[in-house]
C-alpha cells in the first residue's frame, strides 16, 4: 500500500506532504508515514528545515474518529507530535482549510505557523465528547492565551486565521494561492535559528478567567462531561509544569473517551452524515434543477421556510389568499431578518438583498415557473388535496411538489395530482429558519430523482435530512405520541405535570411534556366546543387554558411566563382520576422514564420493522435535531443500546397493562432483547 505522506527535498527544505482524502484524519498510515518523515528530516545534513502541508481540501481535520475504540496503533499521535517538537530542525506547518483537534495539535507542535486567509483552525474535541488529548489543551495556553484556549477547548468553535495571527497562534498570514511557497520563504528564514517549541513557552493571560467563563456558560455545558473536563486541562497547564500537565491531559481524555457521552456523541457525528445517503439510490444520480422555489401559506411556517431559501440566495414566491394576511407574512419576515441583522448575524445590505429575492403573490398561477413548490397550509386532508389538485393543472413539468405537513398521509395527497412521482413530503420543524432537521417523507410513488434533489436542497439550506416513510406523524411525531398518551395517563395515578416534566429535564431534554404542551398550545387538534368535555384536554381548553398564550395551560404562567404549579389544573386531574376510578398512587421517577421513554423507544423500533426509517441512527438525527434530545445521550436508539434492550423489553411488559390494548410491543424490540443485540452500531 502506497503511504499517504510523501516527501521532496527542495534546495535544503523537506517538503512533507499529505494527501489522505477526504479530511486528512491523522489515521494510522498518515501517523507511520509522518513519523518516517522526520525521521529522514533528523538524518539528512542536507535538509535543513522543513514544511508540513496537506493536499486536497484542508489541513489535518484531526485524528481519525473511526480508530476510536480499537487497538492502539503506534505511533500514536501524541508521541508522534512530541517527536515533531523535539526536531532540532526547524518546522513549519502550512495550513489550508480547517486544522482541527489533532490537526491543530500538530500544528502546535510544529515550531512555526503559516497559515492563507481563508483557514480555520480549533478544537472541536469537546463536539465529540473529548478535549484535545495530544497536547492540545497544554499547548493552546501557551501559545494563544489561557483565555482564547479555555474558550476554545470549552467551546469547540473554531477561530480565523486572521484572529489566530493576531494572538499568535499563526505566525504568518500566507497568499491565499500561495501557501506553498509562502511557507517555504519563511522556513528558510529560520534555518539556524533554535525551534521554537510550544512547550517551553510560558502561559500567557488571567487564569481566573476560566472560572468566570465556566459560570457564564454554566446552562449550555449543563449535562456535558467535556466542557468541565477540558477547563480542568486548561487550568492544569497554568497550574502545573508541561509533563506534569500532559499527564493530566492524557488521564481526562482516557476517562472521556471511554465514557458513554463521547460514544454518544461520535455516534451521531456519524449518524447526521450517514442520513443523508438514501439506501438504493445511487449517490451520482442526476438531480432535478432547484432555482426557483415556490411557497404557499405566509403563516408562521410558510413565512419560516421560506426565509431559508432566501438565505441561500435561492429566489422566492410566496402565495396566501389575502392581501393582509400576505403583508403579515412578509413583515414577519423583514421583522425577523431585521432582528437579526441587529445582533449581527446580517449586514443591512444582506437583508435587503435577503428581501429582494422575495415575491409576495395572491394568486398559485405565479408559481408556474418554480422548481420546487412547498405547501405550507391549514394541517386538513381536503384542504391539501385542493392545493395540489390545483398545483397539477399550474406547475410547470418536473417541478417538485412537496407538503409541510406533519402527520397526513402524502401519498393520498399525491392522488389529487397526476405526477405522484413528483410529490413528497417536506416536515419542517418550527420555528423552520431556525430548527435544523428536516423529514423528507418518501411517498410510495415518489421518483428517487425527486428524493435525491429534495435531500440535496435540504443540505444546499442548512439542514440536517432524514428520509422518513408515510404514516401517522412519521418518525419524530410518531414517537411523541405514546409518550404524551403515557403522560397524561400518568397524571390520572397521581403525578403532576411539574413531576414529570422534572423528570425530562433531568434526563437532558429542553423540556418536559406538558412545558411543551403550554408552549405549543394546548388547544392545538382541539374541537373549540367548550361543552364537548370528554378528556383532560378538553376540560383545560374550555377553561381557557391554552398554555402560555393565554398565560395559563399545564401551568400557570405570570407575567414573565415563569410557570407555578395550578389548584385549578390538579382539581380538574382529581376530577376525571374520580371519575375513571384510577386510584392515586406514589409515581417515581423511574416509573416514568419505563412509562414515557420506554415507549418511545418501542415506537422507534416498530417504526424501523416497518421500514419508516431506514436506520436506527436515523431516528437518533431527527430526536437530537427536531425535540432536542441530549446529544449525549445519543438519541432514543442509541440510548437503548446502551439501557439494554432486555431491560427496556422488561421494562416495557410491567406496564402492559397501563399501557392498554392499543399498545404494540415491537418484534424487533423483542428479538433484540432475546438476543442482547444493538439498534446501532458500537461507537
Ligand atoms: C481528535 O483529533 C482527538 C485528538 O485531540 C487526540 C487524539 C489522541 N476522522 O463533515 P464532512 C469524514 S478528535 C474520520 O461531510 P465537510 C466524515 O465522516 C477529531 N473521518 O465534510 C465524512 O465521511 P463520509 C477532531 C472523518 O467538508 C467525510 O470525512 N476533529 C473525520 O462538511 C467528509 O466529512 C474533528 O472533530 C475524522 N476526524 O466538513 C473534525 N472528519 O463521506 C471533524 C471527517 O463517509 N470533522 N470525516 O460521510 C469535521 O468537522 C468536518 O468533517 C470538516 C469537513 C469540517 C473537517
Known sequence: MTSPISTEIRDGIL???????????????????LDAAITELESNDAIQAAVIRCEGRTFFAGADITEFGKPPVE????????RIEAS?????????GTALGGGLETALACHWRVAVPSAKLGVPEVKLGLLPGAGGTQRLPRVAGVELAAEMCATGNPISAKKAAEVGLVDQIAGEDRLLDDAIAFARTKIGTAPRRSRDLPVKGDPAFIDTFAAQNAKKFKGFDAPAANLACVRAAVEKPFDDGIAFERQEFMKLMFGSQSAA???????????????????????RPVAKV?????GTMGGGIAMNFLQAGIPVTIVEQAQDALDRGVGVIRKNYDASAAKGRFKPEQVEAMMGLLTPSLTLEDLADCDLIIEAVFENMDVKKDVFGKLDRIAKPGAILASNTSYLDVNEIATATGRAGDVLGLHFFSPANVMKLLEVVRGAETAPDVLATAMAVAKKIGKVAVVAGVCDGFIGNRMLKPRQIEAMKLLM???TPAQIDKVHVDFGMPMGPFQMSDLAGVDIGWHRDPSRIENVRDALCAKGRWGQKTG????????????SPSAEVQEILDAFAAQAGTAKREISDAEIIERTIYPMVNEGALILEEGIAQRASDIDVVWIYGYGWPVYRGGPMFWADLEGADKILAGLEKHLAAFGPEFRLSTLLKDKAAAKGRFTRPA
Open 88 to 96: 532540532a530542525k526547524p518546522v513549519v506547518a502550512a495550513i489550508h
Open 493 to 495: 395515578e397521581g403525578a
Open 15 to 33: 517538503i512533507i506532504t499529505s494527501n489522505n482524502p477526504p479530511v486528512n484524519a491523522l489515521g494510522a498510515a498518515v501517523r507511520v508515514g
Open 75 to 82: 505511533p500514536l499521535l501524541p508521541q508522534l507530535i512530541d
Open 552 to 563: 395559563k395551560g399545564f401551568y400557570d404562567y405570570d407575567e414573565n411566563r415563569r410557570p
Open 265 to 287: 456523541m461520535r455516534h451521531i457525528f456519524f449518524a447526521e452524515r450517514q442520513a443523508a445517503k438514501i439506501d438504493g439510490i445511487a449517490e451520482d444520480i442526476a438531480l
Open 294 to 298: 415556490g411557497v404557499i401559506g405566509a
